[in-house]
């Protein structure tokens, strides 16, 4: 008798345990997602699965606590510090920028990002020449797709334009066989012009004189938050400062601007945040060139100095409108050729 009176005083308190701890789990006030709403399996926010959401936030939380902000806790032991490590609340500068990725994607949406660029017009993106170059060859224009109007990786929104490339132009000196890249400098020329929508797809003005050391910049790029680590979703800034490298002043001479965050050498670039801008008072100044082991050594960041090569930029621009006028102009031609054959024949 005592026996079961004692297995069902366990069996209920068993039963009142389970009912305590499954309504904490879903208590909005005690749960355990990062954005205290209420955790659901079948939870989509726009298209994005809630599963992928929560590990992403996971992965920001060491960058929320660099940042002092509230969602960070004590306990994190890793520190995230590849590009800059913090996402202002409002990112007025990811409206200038656009992703590079591949022909197609693996799985899913942004999972085939390889590089960045500028919007410098409607039909012109600025890149690093090193990421249009696959092996040793040139890539095709069917290769690259250029997506606009995003500031996180994996998320598709109304805001979002996915543009495809007719024209690949690298450097015609461009070279990796030096310790840094030379001439790093390429353009892509949209089958159609971007649609200027503000605050989220916008030209930048390039810079219109010679960087000045001190000046204080930001880079922005979706590279890899660490050296082996994932990339991130949303992009991520780095508030830089040009410099210039003592042991070898030469280095950030002949078309280089050097930039790098004087109170934390291990802010860098790192893959993926190739070709993507430096921005200096709402100004295009340099492009992503390269970066050493991803924040791993103390050294600057060394970007494509677009004021350097802003002559072969625009050369580069109007050859492309050149060529599109003389498309044009063939037609009309054929066009009319084919009126006067039909004139003729009549």
């Known amino acids: 008798m005592y026996s079961s009176k004692f297995i069902v005083s366990i069996l209920i308190l068993a039963q009142f345990s389970l009912n305590t701890i499954s309504g904490q789990w879903n208590n909005e006030n005690t749960d355990n997602r990062i954005d205290g709403t209420a955790y659901d399996n079948n939870d989509v926010d726009k298209g994005t699965d809630a599963s992928l959401e929560k590990l992403l936030s996971l992965n920001y939380r060491t960058l929320d606590r660099r940042q002092g902000k ?56 600025l890149t690093a020449a090193h990421c249009l170059i696959m092996g040793e060859k040139i890539m095709e224009p069917n290769e690259i797709t250029v997506v606009a109007g995003i500031q996180r990786r994996l998320l598709k929104t109304a805001h979002t334009q996915i543009l495809a490339v007719e024209k690949v132009i690298v450097h015609s000196k461009f070279s990796l066989k030096n310790k840094l890249p030379e001439n790093d400098i390429g353009i ?30 930001t880079a922005l790029g979706w590279g890899k938050i660490t050296q082996y680590g994932p990339p991130p979703d949303e992009v991520l800034s780095a508030d830089l400062i040009i410099t210039e490298v003592e042991e070898d002043k030469s280095a950030c001479s002949s078309g280089l601007v050097c930039a790098w965050h004087e109170n934390d050498l291990e802010i860098s670039g790192c893959e993926g945040d190739s070709g993507g801008p430096l921005f200096c008072n709402n100004k295009l100044v340099g492009v992503l060139s390269a970066g050493v082991s991803c924040g791993q050594t103390r050294t600057p960041i060394f970007f494509s100095d677009v004021y350097y090569y802003r002559k072969w930029i625009e050369n580069a621009a109007v050859s492309i409108r050149r060529s599109s006028s003389m498309v044009t102009i063939d037609k009309l031609m054929l066009l009319l050729l084919a009126i006067i054959k039909l004139a003729i024949t009549l």
Do not use: W
């Open 70 to 125: 509230q969602n960070a806790t004590e306990d994190d032991e890793f520190e995230f510090l590849i590009a800059g490590g913090y996402r202002p609340k409002t990112n007025l500068l990811v409206q200038f920028m656009v992703s590079l990725r591949t022909e197609k994607q693996f799985g899913y949406f942004g999972d085939n990002h390889y590089c960045a660029g500028s919007i410098i017009s409607k039909k012109v993106i």
């Open 188 to 217: 892509l020329k949209l089958k159609d012009e971007i649609t200027i929508n503000e605050g989220f797809v916008n030209i930048i003005p390039m810079a219109d004189s010679e960087p000045i050391i001190g000046t204080k910049c």
